[in-house]
């Protein structure tokens, strides 16, 4: 009846078995079938499985026999419902492809990738590439089996992993083929496909497929391989990791098989990025969740190359991560092998400057890990390993070894960010990118510092990245700071190495609102600067305490402290003293005073500073009611707030930005960025934020409704770049 009323070509299949009903809709093993029976009909085909033909009048229906079906296990019988006539069944017929014991989760857009790929006529030798445990068989034996239509003389797999010998290539794909003899002469002139899997260890014979497919023009050939062939006509599709919603799908059907009532949380996104999304270790985790819960895993990770264990079934190179991982590592050359190891200090990825300056890295070495999936080159043009690869990678380095790479990363790092304008009154606009980039190896370099004792050299790269930690992490850098000095002794250095130490760890308090902290600090760094005659930069620190002055309301010393120090930092003192008529609600001496203050910051080249200044002013006006100057010194304070990746302060210009657009009556403007403020407290929870979430929610009132809460969703939606460029009206 339905396909009388449709009038359209479809392809139907009906199946009786017991689905389970979930959030996401009717899943399991019985629907999966279904779509198999109907996915081998053609347009306007009725197709019955047996379970269902044994419910009905089978006068109806017309026996096709067994036919095998993608991704299932046994044969299925089939029947056609009336007496039409349609081409033979889309199935399996001419095939030894292994049926895998679970349906291939996700992956969508990389197996419509293959397929395209396999449709091309000049791309016959594929290679699909990547690290052990990513996938690459999985994939391979799926788009292999749905392009098994286009293969009339069949697709045939070739397990590669037992044979040692690169010669027995030949004879094995022979044997898939159901014979003797030289492999072009069994091929000849089919129409085929064979899919070699896992040629890793036997690349040597790449030659001899060159040769079958020069000999056979009709035969095309699949391969999985960590490394890439490297003779012609290779086309090479690199398998990525599992994008982040497909880990969590996988993980969560692999662990529901080992424990059916398990429930995902909050912490498997983070567990999944532990994993490096890696296909194989999501899966051996999963299978350890009837004993561990998500957070015990996290946990134990650490030792994950023994943790994560497959079954007895697994293949013995793939029934744990160290054995996924060596099975590569054997097939490296002693200087490959070095490199890999070295390369281990880096976390977060390098460049290649990087990796010649630390590692001593060959240009071709570093090439060759690369087409053996151990070294990946990312989006970026940063180079880097998964982190499974690199703790085994690590295990390798001796301890010498690894003491002199991290001393060479650490003297790479003070060079690097010697230029990258990220100190205190640098001049330039701050490189606070690269030090985004960089953090990683940053930290490893501080901590490698702190355990050597060599105090001053980490003290100086967190001079050096100052500007960074002020507008990213201030209470990171504090952590690393008090790191470094607490041994015994540490803080027995010279007097200006250890007053610009206090002068760090005192602006990291005043980033988090607690000047009452951060004026101790300073005090004590004076002292030290006036010993060894050093009174400008007194003076300057002298300003910082007027800063922490006007926190806590003390006008008048501010303004002692402020004018007596005027030119030992005049972007300084003028914004303090703009803030003091602030205070004094003299809007007028306070706009001028602003717009000195940033003149001065922008002659000296500081940007961070001149951002700051327009967002304290902006927020300044907001309060006394001037609303069209608060809405201008906003807009130029997030813009060059923003070109610098100020994480601290751009948050605060969002909450500040919605309470200004609430009070010039705009409903849209002011939800938008409120819920794109609260979305980044919760993505980056920063004490700051909040604080400026509880001042400013009042000023929301003239504009709360309908028009201000769908806004404010539509702001919760929003990334911080998105939102700000909303603020600068470069977004809709």
Known sequence: EAQAELGLPVRMGLHTGTPLLTEEGYVGPDVHRAARIAAAGHGRQVLVSASTAALVDETDLRDLGEHRLKDLSAPERIFQLGAGDFPPLKTLYRTNLPIPATPLLGREHELADVQALLTRGDARLLTLTGAGGSGKTRLALHAAAEAAEAYPDGVWWVPLAPLTDPSDVGPAAARALGGGGKLPDLVDGRRLLLLLDNFEHVVEAAPEVTAVLAECPH????????????????????????????????????????????????????????????????????????????????????????????????????????????????????????????????????????????????????????????????????????????????????????????????????????????????????????????????????????????????LRLLELLEMYWQTNDPAGGRERLDALLAPPGADELEPRVLATALRFRGGTFDLMGRNDLGEPEYARAIELLQSVGDEKEAERLRLRIAHAALHVGDIERARRIATAAFDADPPLALAILARIAFAEEDSARAARLIREAAEAAEAAGLTWWHGVTMLGASEGMLALGELETAQEFFSEGVELLRSVHDLVNLPIALCAGAALAAQLGDPLRAGTLWGAAEAQAERDPRQTTNDNLVEYEPHLQPVRGEAFEAARADGRTRSLEEALAYALGDAP
């Open 219 to 458: 035969a095309d050939v699949l391969v999985t391989s960590r490394e890439r062939l490297r003779v012609q006509g290779e086309h090479v599709y690199p398998v990525p990791v599992l994008e982040r919603e497909q880990a969590r799908r996988l993980f969560v059907t692999r662990a529901r098989a080992a424990q059916p009532d398990f429930e995902p949380d909050e912490l498997l996104d983070d567990l999944c990025a532990h994993l490096d999304d890696l296909p194989l270790a999501i899966e051996l985790a999963a299978a350890r969740t009837s004993l561990l819960s998500t957070a015990q895993l996290i946990e134990r990770l650490g030792s994950r190359l023994d943790l994560l264990r497959g079954g007895r079934d697994a293949e013995t190179r793939q029934q744990t991560l160290r054995a996924t991982i060596e099975w590569s590592y054997e097939l490296l050359e002693p200087e490959e092998r070095g490199l890999l190891a070295a390369l281990s200090v880096f976390r977060g990825g390098w460049t290649l400057e990087a990796a010649e300056r630390v590692c001593d890295a060959d240009l071709d070495l570093l090439q060759s890990l690369g087409d053996k999936s151990l070294v990946r080159r990312w989006d970026s043009g940063r180079f880097g390993m998964l982190e499974t690869i690199r703790e085994f990678a690590g295990e390798q380095l001796s301890t010498e070894e690894q003491d002199q790479r991290l001393r060479l990363l650490l003297d790479y790092l003070l060079e690097l960010f010697e230029g990258a304008s990220l100190y205190v009154r640098a001049p330039g606009r701050p490189h606070t990118e690269l030090a985004q980039a960089e953090r990683p190896n940053v930290d490893v370099a501080l901590a490698w510092a702190t355990e050597a004792g060599e105090v001053r050299a980490g």
